[in-house]
């Protein structure tokens, strides 16, 4: 794929209807930067720290060297807990709808991986294609075997939320014997992903608090990437004011005794249910504002992350070239002290059973920051599998190519960075009510600012509104600047026209119309008993019996459109699209 050029498109410019100046290759100045400079960390890599790896295995010891696609993709947010938290859910709620292959419980129903991300047409990529596929970023996980490939797959659906991000969704964790059943080293996949995610969220729920041996070890998997890692008590509406103070202290507890530091993690509230969900089991009321404000600034750290995710792909790199280059020093020295003819087995074994010594002898030697060196029996217990005699001998050369990208290429990239952070609204995600209170009409660029960079790798992404179902869209958040005499309707399709109709009728307990109430009112409108059976087949999509609030939203849109003598096809899919709702019309 070839590249624009620096230059291309600086003489040339014009306004795109969102009234944002691009140049003649169609891109921002801003998104020509940060693309130009994703590509050149790639550069970077390649030519200065992946040679250096190779040649000392660092592979054996860390992971795989990255790919082009690893460095390119787009920003990931993984999700981990225990079976029932709300894992599932939590993700339906941020994009508006469910995704292909999703199902939710109270038993333990995600049983495997899942990446949601975005594409063309909903759709499931087993986990054997999707780990050799070349536009997936995704080929390191083949070396955990068929048991996982087995226990994973790649969701794919048109939801411009998923143009900026993708989403992993993991199993529940079980406790007890289970755990041992997976078939696949669940806690070193799971350091995989954390490795190459910008967020972490561990969902826990009020009613789940413990921590199982499993979840112990994957949360003690995330060291080195505590800056990433964000607490999400889940379902906290449920309990009453007086017991959620109680449950956030046992909360706090038990995370002090698997995270090992100083600082308090930061702990977000909430209780995350789809708009288009009636959230199940006993309510309180007496939390909701403080819900509301833990919410919205959980919202407000995920809109932050495709601003900041080329940042933060220099940042690991620069992390990882760190590791590399005193990995080199380790490996170099070892296979130094060995005598060149006889008792090589007898010198490695002693310097293997005092390698803290060792380590310390390298620190001096070098002048390297002991932050930078691996645990010593986690180092030792790697080796095991190697020979020390068997690798290549220091390398001067290779270590200063990594000096000098760590000292000149990598801080020359971040100069290239503007010192103020871009804003939701110019990468896709319209701000919330509370971010900006001036920001009703402004428009995103239009395009994804993270698109996959590698080599047959399309152009830039279209990016269109979050569905109005969407926890990130602006529609969706309360907001203090309603129009005292209503919202116009014709502007924002999204906004719901019936919502006092349905105030009226619904139960307001569970708030959902029951059949014959929702009989009473959609006979009102007039049509005939046939065409109202074929109103209620396409609201009642879940075959419940009642309808929710958008449920009856659709079915009152598709009356007033049946009565205009439009046909019930067509009908039927303009009002899913006003909704945000159109990938329910291919599931159906």
Not at 400 to 413: G, T, Y
């Amino acid at each position: 794929m070839s590249f624009p050029s620096k230059d291309k498109g600086k003489g040339k410019e014009t306004v795109s209807a969102a009234g944002v100046a691009v140049g003649a290759d169609g891109l921002t100045a801003e998104e020509r930067l940060y693309q130009e400079t994703v590509r050149q960390l790639q550069k970077t890599y390649a030519k200065k720290i992946k040679p250096l790896e190779q040649s000392y295995c660092f592979e054996g010891f860390h992971s795989a060297p990255l790919t082009p696609q690893d460095i390119g993709s787009k920003p990931m947010v993984l999700l981990l807990g225990q079976y029932s938290t709300g894992k599932t859910t939590f993700v339906e709620y941020l994009l508006g709808e469910s995704y292909p292959g999703a199902h939710v419980g109270i038993e333990p129903t995600t049983d495997r991986f899942v990446a949601i991300m975005n594409g063309p047409e909903p759709k499931v990529i087993p986990g054997h294609a999707a780990g050799v596929s070349g536009d997936l970023p995704f080929s390191g996980l083949t070396k955990f075997g068929s048991k996982f490939l087995s226990r994973f797959q790649v969701a794919q659906l048109n939801n411009p939320l998923l143009a900026n991000l993708t989403l992993i969704d993991t199993p529940g964790i079980l406790s007890g014997s289970k755990q041992i059943q997976r078939g696949y080293d669940f806690v070193s996949v799971i350091n995989w992903f954390a490795e190459r995610s910008d967020l972490i969220l561990l969902l826990f729920d009020s009613y789940k608090l413990d921590i199982s041996d499993e979840f112990k070890g994957a949360i003690e998997s995330l060291r080195g990437h505590e800056d990433k890692v964000r607490v999400v008590l889940n379902k906290c509406d449920q309990v009453s004011q007086q017991q959620l103070m109680r449950v956030y202290g046992a909360l706090m507890w038990s995370l002090g005794k698997v995270i090992p530091t100083p600082e308090v993690k930061r702990v977000y509230l909430g209780s995350f249910w789809p708009r288009y969900k009636t959230p199940v089991g006993n309510r309180y009321d007496e939390n909701n504002e403080l819900l509301a404000i833990e919410q919205k600034d959980l919202l407000r750290d995920l809109r932050s992350i495709p601003k900041n995710a080329a940042l933060r792909r220099v940042n690991e790199i620069v992390k990882r070239a760190r590791q590399a280059r005193v990995h080199a020093h380790i490996i170099g020295h070892l296979r130094s002290e060995l005598p060149s003819m006889f008792g090589k087995s007898k010198k490695a074994k002693a310097m293997l059973d005092d390698l803290p010594a060792e380590f310390r002898k390298i620190q001096v030697k070098y002048n390297l920051p002991p932050g930078d060196f691996p645990n010593p029996d986690a180092f030792k217990s790697d080796l095991d599998a190697f020979k020390i005699a068997d690798f290549n001998k220091f390398n001067q050369k290779l270590i200063s190519s990594a000096d000098e990208a760590l000292s000149v290429d990598f801080p020359r990239l971040m100069q290239r960075f503007p010192g103020d952070s871009r804003r939701s609204a110019e990468i896709g995600l319209p701000e919330s009510a509370s971010d900006n209170e001036a920001s009703v009409s402004e428009k995103p660029s239009g395009r994804a600012l993270y698109t996959p960079i590698a080599a047959g790798a399309d152009g830039p992404l279209q990016v269109l509104y979050p569905p109005p179902y969407s926890a990130l869209s602006a529609a969706s958040s309360s907001s203090s600047r309603n129009n005292p005499f209503g919202e116009d309707t014709a502007a924002n399709p999204g906004l719901l026209r019936y919502k006092a109709v349905f105030d009226g009728a619904c139960d307001p307990k569970h708030r959902v119309m029951t059949a014959q109430a929702a009989r009473d009112v959609l006979t009102d409108t007039g049509l005939a008993h046939e065409l109202l059976r074929e109103v209620w087949n396409a609201a009642d999509w879940d075959s419940r019996g009642e309808l929710d609030q958008v449920q009856f939203e659709v079915a009152m849109r598709l009356c007033e459109r049946l009565k205009n003598k439009e046909p019930l096809d067509a009908a039927r899919r303009q009002v899913l699209e006003e909704l945000g709702l159109s990938n329910r019309a291919s599931f159906d």
